[in-house]
């Protein structure tokens, strides 16, 4: 087990408004070969702390505090220069949307080229070979390298990002909502896939959902996020079968099962207020 | 199909619906979809049938022609004794008033520019329901209904969170007392914690209100919790139908069991 990712005491706030804790003294792991969850619902702070280890939080908002450390180094504070060495390099993405992340007038071969091309220098027949061999990692005939994001569905699409995502190999890969927007059988895939990828090129992976079902499905670690601080972590068999915090159990509760057996209960954020107070 | 009919308030038989498509070299080709291929439904008074399916499945198309948004290529939708696909005009819209819909999008489907008391009276206004301080008064006890306040009335739509939002829809479609409401995937833009909010507000008023939903989505936990009967739709066919338990328990198809193995948390449940 090697440690990959720690992040500590995170702290982020808009540069106006300094006393407005978005993401509240965040601290969790993730190791090698290992996928963490963090889950939570819209205005958690769940997307910010995972642009956050990017370096990506918009120009209005500020880490007031705390540290990331990837690979023993603190990227929380390093240059634009260095980060750019990282990002696509060492730390993929995937967003949520696959039709708004891929640019329309270029080939997805290109796009998936790019990051080979700024990071490894490949160019030519090397390159070519390397994006074809890509895309059939990902499912697609490597002879759609020539197609057009519109000419792609939208599971196709999202397998793109993917592609893209993992080109150079990173050690880790970022999630933000990556099935959100597509149909549940499509999502499926989607996650079977991540899943093989992540075992075979042993990376750490930073999944952000807020559909308990999905952190059944893959994770190993979850953080649940609410109002931008942690209220529990742990292993995902402890905090699924056993949740300690009211608002893990909350938002476990209104997740509706397969079965139709547990009734639908939504947050009652008054009784989360006064049990916080 | 074995449904008898003196308990459907809605019944299509035989529906069919045609894309054509510009396709080929500068659109000069053509290319036709079979977006509704045969379908037959019907819709028990007071329940709730689901209609599910992927994207380009033609559940979408299937809802906006039981509402006559869209015309049908062939086929007949019964309400109430008449077929609608044979009404046009005046007399469409007499019957439309018993037939609303709740869309997917908050966002997009409230027109920027009008107070929430104008859209949700709009209907009312439309169909000459009372003066307009009994407009007024309805408008303002729906929004209370469905959890809204009356001082909500003169915001405008960019106020409100997304589930506020879903709120506005809802209180739209039902001020005219429909008695089938269309709910084109209505919470499949939300949070899960304020999904399940709006699916027990809709499970709540259909009760109070005795409504009948048909309910397209394509999340089959939703579905479970909220539906009767289950229709699977596949390529512009209804591929699978019955009872939500029974469909669940024992498809029969391999379409259907497919997208129940999809659930998420389905399989660490099953471990």
């Given at each position: 087990?090697?440690?990959?990712?720690?992040?500590?005491?995170?702290?982020?706030?808009?540069?106006?408004?300094?006393?407005?804790?978005?993401?509240?003294?965040?601290?969790?792991?993730?190791?090698?070969?290992?996928?963490?969850c963090?889950v939570?619902?819209?205005?958690?702070?769940?997307?910010?702390?995972?642009?956050?280890?990017?370096?990506?939080?918009?120009?209005?908002?500020?880490?007031?505090?705390?540290?990331?450390?990837?690979?023993?180094?603190?990227?929380?504070?390093?240059?634009?220069?260095?980060?750019?060495?990282?990002?696509?390099?060492?730390?993929?993405?995937?967003?949520?949307?696959?039709?708004?992340?891929?640019?329309?007038?270029?080939?997805?071969?290109?796009?998936?080229?790019?990051?080979?091309?700024?990071?490894?220098?490949?160019?030519?027949?090397?390159?070519?070979?390397?994006?074809?061999?890509?895309?059939?990692?990902?499912?697609?005939?490597?002879?759609?390298?020539?197609?057009?994001?519109?000419?792609?569905?939208?599971?196709?699409?999202?397998?793109?990002?993917?592609?893209?995502?993992?080109?150079?190999?990173?050690?880790?890969?970022?999630?933000?909502?990556?099935?959100?927007?597509?149909?549940?059988?499509?999502?499926?895939?989607?996650?079977?896939?991540?899943?093989?990828?992540?075992?075979?090129?042993?990376?750490?992976?930073?999944?952000?959902?807020?559909?308990f079902g999905?952190v059944a499905d893959i994770a190993d670690n979850v953080v649940v996020?609410?109002?931008?601080?942690?209220?529990e972590s742990g292993p995902v068999q402890d905090v699924l079968q056993h949740p300690q915090h009211p608002y893990t159990r909350a938002l476990l509760d209104?997740v509706?099962d397969?079965d139709?057996k547990k009734?639908?209960?939504?947050?009652?954020?008054?009784?989360?207020?006064?049990?916080?107070? | 199909?074995?449904?008898?009919?003196?308990?459907?308030?809605?019944?299509?038989?035989?529906?069919?619906?045609?894309?054509?498509?510009?396709?080929?070299?500068?659109?000069?080709?053509?290319?036709?979809?079979?977006?509704?291929?045969?379908?037959?439904?019907?819709?028990?008074?007071?329940?709730?049938?689901?209609?599910?399916?992927?994207?380009?499945?033609?559940?979408?198309?299937?809802?906006?022609?039981?509402?006559?948004?869209?015309?049908?290529?062939?086929?007949?939708?019964?309400?109430?004794?008449?077929?609608?696909?044979?009404?046009?005009?005046?007399?469409?819209?007499?019957?439309?008033?018993?037939?609303?819909?709740?869309?997917?999008?908050?966002?997009?489907?409230?027109?920027?520019?009008?107070?929430?008391?104008?859209?949700?009276?709009?209907?009312?206004?439309?169909?000459?329901?009372?003066?307009?301080?009994?407009?007024?008064?309805?408008?303002?006890?729906?929004?209370?209904?469905?959890?809204?306040?009356?001082?909500?009335?003169?915001?405008?739509?960019?106020?409100?969170?997304?589930?506020?939002?879903?709120?506005?829809?809802?209180?739209?479609?039902?001020?005219?007392?429909?008695?089938?409401?269309?709910?084109?995937?209505?919470?499949?833009?939300?949070?899960?914690?304020?999904?399940?909010?709006?699916?027990?507000?809709?499970?709540?008023?259909?009760?109070?209100?005795?409504?009948?939903?048909?309910?397209?989505?394509?999340?089959?936990?939703?579905?479970?919790?909220?539906?009767?009967?289950?229709?699977?739709?596949?390529?512009?066919?209804?591929?699978?139908?019955?009872?939500?338990?029974?469909?669940?328990?024992?498809?029969?198809?391999?379409?259907?069991?497919?997208?129940?193995?999809?659930?998420?948390g389905r399989k660490s449940q099953a471990a």
């Open positions: 087990m090697t440690e990959l990712l720690r992040i500590e005491h995170l702290t982020i706030t808009p540069k106006s408004e300094p006393g407005h804790l978005l993401v509240n003294n965040v601290s969790f792991a993730l190791e090698t070969g290992k996928t963490t963090i939570g619902e819209s205005g958690s702070g769940k997307s910010l702390t995972a642009l956050a280890v990017m370096g990506l939080l918009s120009d209005q908002l500020q880490l007031k505090s705390g540290a990331i450390h990837f690979k023993g180094h603190d990227i929380a504070h390093a240059s634009n220069v260095q980060l750019r060495k990282i990002r696509g390099r060492e730390i993929g993405m995937i967003f949520q949307e696959p039709m708004t992340s891929l640019n329309p007038v270029l080939t997805v071969g290109y796009q998936i080229g790019e990051s080979l091309t700024q990071h490894l220098k490949l160019t030519g027949a090397a390159l070519k070979s390397r994006v074809a061999g890509l895309l059939q990692q990902v499912g697609i005939p490597p002879e759609r390298a020539g197609s057009y994001p519109d000419e792609l569905s939208g599971g196709q699409r999202q397998r793109v990002m993917i592609a893209m995502s993992i080109a150079c190999e990173p050690a880790m890969l970022i999630a933000d909502e990556p099935t959100t927007a597509l149909d549940v059988t499509v999502q499926a895939q989607i996650l079977k896939l991540l899943d093989d990828l992540k075992t075979r090129m042993n990376m750490g992976m930073l999944f952000i959902t807020h559909d999905v996020m609410f109002r931008g601080e942690i209220v209104c509706p397969a139709g009734p639908l209960k939504p947050i009652d954020y008054a009784w989360l207020n006064a049990g916080a107070a | 199909m074995s449904v008898t009919s003196e308990n459907n308030i809605l019944v299509a038989s035989h529906l069919n619906k045609t894309y054509t498509q510009r396709s080929g070299r500068f659109g000069f080709g053509s290319s036709k979809t079979k977006a509704l291929d045969d379908v037959s439904i019907s819709l028990r008074a007071g329940s709730t049938l689901a209609v599910v399916g992927e994207s380009g499945s033609g559940k979408s198309t299937l809802a906006r022609c039981l509402l006559q948004l869209q015309p049908l290529d062939s086929g007949e939708v019964i309400f109430q004794g008449k077929n609608l696909a044979g009404l046009s005009g005046h007399d469409l819209r007499q019957e439309r008033r018993h037939l609303q819909m709740i869309f997917q999008d908050p966002f997009a489907s409230l027109n920027p520019r009008m107070k929430v008391r104008e859209i949700v009276a709009e209907g009312l206004v439309i169909h000459e329901v009372g003066t307009a301080s009994e407009q007024q008064d309805k408008v303002a006890r729906m929004l209370e209904r469905v959890g809204l306040s009356t001082a909500d009335m003169n915001k405008y739509p960019h106020q409100f969170s997304g589930g506020q939002r879903q709120r506005i829809g809802i209180a739209r479609a039902l001020v005219l007392q429909p008695k089938v409401v269309v709910c084109d995937e209505p919470v499949s833009a939300l949070d899960v914690s304020i999904q399940a909010q709006i699916l027990l507000l809709l499970q709540s008023l259909q009760q109070e209100m005795d409504l009948s939903y048909i309910f397209i989505s394509h999340d089959l936990r939703v579905v479970r919790h909220i539906a009767d009967d289950i229709a699977v739709m596949y390529k512009g066919r209804i591929v699978e139908q019955g009872k939500v338990e029974e469909v669940y328990a024992a498809p029969t198809q391999d379409y259907t069991r497919n997208l129940l193995n999809s659930i998420p």
